[in-house]
């Protein structure tokens, strides 16, 4: 599996949640809404995910194992920090 395009979409409000993320795997499968969290520790990323009828939030996709993981969200994390500093595409249009 190769993570072929990463697109971030940084969220201007205040908060934890600092960015919403797609990947392309393959050139052949995207997924979206995945979120980059600030937390206690540092970045992550959480997987997207569904509030059930329970309450409780279950991830629609999800890597299998701690080493995919890791590596989406490296990726991901990476991505991120080359972007986070730019100025949003809305406000640059602006001036």
């Known amino acids: 599996m ?10 201007s409000k205040e908060g934890k949640m600092k960015a919403v993320v797609s990947i392309t795997i393959d050139d052949e499968f ?4 995945i979120k ?20 409780e939030y279950r991830d629609i996709a999800h890597p299998i ?10 990726l991901i994390l990476e991505k991120y920090q080359e972007v986070k ?3 949003d595409e809305l406000t640059e249009a602006a001036d």
């Open 36 to 55: 980059v969290i600030e937390g206690e520790k540092g970045l992550f990323i959480a997987m997207p995910s569904r509030k059930a009828a329970d309450g």
């Open 30 to 33: 995207v997924v979206h809404d």
């Open 85 to 87: 500093d730019e100025p």
């Open 2 to 11: 190769v993570i072929t395009d990463v697109r971030v979409r940084k969220v």
């Open 65 to 74: 194992n701690s080493e995919t993981r890791e590596r989406i969200q490296s």
